[in-house]
Every structure is written in C-alpha cells, then in structure tokens.
C-alpha cells in the first residue's frame, strides 16, 4: 500500500514525515526505515552503511541481509567501496537498500528521487514500487511531482499549509479536486470562475463570458472546471441531447504532444482540449476553424 | 648527551603527556559528545565557559592546582604537590577543554540531516553517539592532536606543582628552561631537538589513523 502526499515546495510535507518518524519528538519508531531526498550515506563502506540498522537492533544475521540486499538492488560489486565514492544513482539505491534491510512494516520516503535523472528515477520507482508490493509495506511517499504521486500512489494526500486538505483515489482527487488551490496546484486546465443559477429547473453556470449546464447545487461564487478529456469537438452543432452542452468556439492555438494535439479553443472562456491526430485530420483542424465543445453537463465539476 | 639523565626526563615526559591525554581524551570526548547532542539549561553557560577554558594560561592552571593541592590547601592532605600526578593533573585541566571544544563543533558540524538519518536507522544513546563520532573521527583525532600540543609543549603549570625535581618530576620542558637559565644552550638545543622529534612521531602517528580511508 503506497499513499503518495503530493504538495508543493514549502507546504510541509518533510516536517510531516518527520513527526510521523518520531524525529522531532525523540522517540523514533523502530518499525519504520526512512529514506530521504539526499542519500545521506556515512563515511563507512556500503557494506557497513547497510549493515547500520540491522547492528542498532543487534540482528543475528547482518551479514546475510546485507548481501540480500546489495543484489536485490544490483549494486554488489560496490559492497566494499568507500559509500562517499558512489554516484548519486548508486548512492540512492545503497540508501534504499540500508532502509529495506531492517525488513520495515512502515517505509517513510521524502522525495527520494528527486535527485536523480529520469530514466534512473523511473527505473528505481519501479524497482521499489515491486519490492513494497512483495514485502507488503506500509509506505508513505513524499514528493512535490504529480506525475511520480500518480505513478505510485493507491492512495492520494494532498498538502498545503501543513495540512492534508483531500486525500482519496489518485484519479478521484484529480477529477474532482475540492478546491481551487488544490486544482491549480494539480494544473487542472478549464477552471473558470463564476456563480451556479437555477433556471427553467436546469441549472447553469455562468459568468461574463460563458454559460453551460452544470448538474451541481445552486452557488453564488463558484469554480468550475470541465477536464480536456470530457470534452468532444464536432465540427456540426450537436441539437437535441439532453443535459449536454454545446459551445461555439474558434481553434486559437494547436499544440503538438507526441500522438496527440492540444487545442487552445476560443469559446467565450478559453478551453484547452485534446484530440488525437487521427481525429484532428478527420476535422480538417486549422488555425481560426469554427468547431463545437460537446460536454455533459455531469461533466462539470463545482468546486 | 644520551644519557641515563635524558632517558628519565623523556620517560617522565611520556608518562605524564600521555596519562594527561588518556584521561583528557576520554572526558573531552565525553563532554563535548554529550553537549553537541543534548539540550539541557545552562548548556550555552557551559559552551561559553569550555570556549574560555580552551584557551587558558597555563600558569594560571598551575597557580589554581598550586593553591588547591598546597599543604596548607583545600586538597592538601593527599600530598600530591611536586609530584608527577599533579603535574597530570594540572595538565588534564589545559587539554580537557580543548579536547571538549573541538570535539563540540567537530559533531555540531554534522548536518542536521545526517543526525536525522542516524536516529531514523533506529540509533539511539550510545549507538548514537558512536555513529556520529565515526563520522567525525577526522575531526575528532585533530581534536586529540591539538590537545596533545597543548600539554607536551607547556612549561608553566607543570614547573609550578611539579617544581623541576631532578630525577622525579623533570620533564623536557622545565630542563630545556632550566639548561637555558644555567647557560647549556648546547644541551638546551639537544632536549628541544628530542622534544621536538617526540611531537613530531607522535603526531605522525595520530595521522596515519586519521588518514586511512574506509574501503577501497
């Protein structure tokens, strides 16, 4: 069970992490390891580095352990180096394997690969995404990266102001964040301010610039976000449907992601969709095109 | 000039730096480890109080041990003026707070982050204090060295409770003092080259332990 605390810089999730360790009250809690964002090796040998939490809890078999883990996380050829010679990859996993070698029930880690290039970074997460699974540890994991949270996480935290302030499923949190903050924190696109009004028994949000049907409760100050992924384009207005909105917009701006483009669109309000490049022939996409945003009314989120 | 005489002095000099620095040694690390880790009132009164004493005059030392363990004085009944343990003593008083100090900032000096990551793998007291020492052994054995110096090279405290006797309480200092003031430079010269050469191997000695590197 991983549960990933994602915030920003400075919102306190090391602080956290610390009084969860007991660092800060002075009694550490013996069943837990702790990796940090730095390797944080001592001025031993990996061996001895590793062999540290097993010594402190006077393990029968320290030896035995350190060679598990120096292969389980590929570094026995450097067993005997000096730990201050490693490089920061090599370093992070003699760290890792010091934490796991103790055979924790809680791993708390602080970013632990921040430090790291990427394909390394990817690498190890899932090395250690397979052992915590395997071993079946509680683990808390810190870091400031939404994609690497929702790489790892079963469980979402989010935190700001040394609060957690929504937790829950990743993709839950993510589709529905429950405040502005944490939606512009997470980079959700389509956030519009306005009010949510009743009319005609169908209820709508509005502001200066844009209007759509919402299936959300009656709201003086509202944020509304609709996701790029729950909007379809049609180059025809779509008439008849029930509780969908259609607006008329104008292509603004096309972004090339890879497979796929993203579209800044001018609807009243700007709308950034994606489509794919198949899609984006068949509509014949063009700079300053007239296209309709198609979204569910259900598809608005109130915050 | 390599005489029995020379040999008593070297001998008497050895015994007494090196039961000083012992005991030294082992109450500064002490105190200096038990203050870098623990937070208790008076604690900045105390830093305050070492840092002064690391730099003490050592007549000043000698005068106050004098005052203490003459035979009309507070500890006078244990006789121990004009002899070789006084001597320890006055000296142990010059190296412990050096040793202390320097051992104080060599732990203080760690990164907070290290200590975290210490008591994180589960150390705790003694554990504790062993890993961080390791890691400022570099520190620590300059610690020793400095407190070394300190005491194999002062003349003032131990020529005021030791008083010079021949045979008992000379050490190479007080003779180098006393040859000089007799007007033996030539034999002056000879004990500050052979006080000279004893510092030197025993520092090159604390020096190779420093500077050996763990692993390959």
Redesign the interface.
Known sequence: MIKALLGPNGAGKSTYL?RL?G?DTGE?D?N???V?Q?P?L?????K?NIA??L???RDREINRKVELWLMKMGIEPLG????L?LSGGEAQKAALA?ALA?EPKRLLLDEPFANLDLPSQIGLREELKAIIADKDIETIWVTHNKAEALAVADHLMIMMDFKVVQEGAPQAVVSNPNSVEVAAFLGVDNLFFGRVAAENGRRLFENQKVRFETAAEVKDRAWAVVHPEDIILSPEPLAGTSARNCLRGKVAEIIPLGLTYRLRIEAGEIFMVDITKVSAEELRISYGQELFLIFKATAVHII | MIDLNLLIVIRTTLQVTGSALLISVGLGLLAGVYIALNDFPGRKVVVSIINTAMGLPPVVVGLLVLLFLWRGGPLGFLRLIYTTQAMIIAQVFLATPIIAGLTLAAIQQIPQKMKWQARALGARGGQLAWLLMREARYSLLAAVMAGFGGIISEVGAVMMVGGNIKGDTRVLTTAIVLESQKGNFEAAIVLGLVLLSLSFSINLGLTFIQQRKPGT
């Not at chain 1, 005997?80 to 730990?83: C, D, Q």
């Open positions: 610390r360790m660092l550490v013996r837990a390891a702790m940090f730095e944080l001592f001025d031993l040998t990996v001895e540290l939490g010594r402190f809890r005997s180096r000096r730990a010679t010091r103790i």
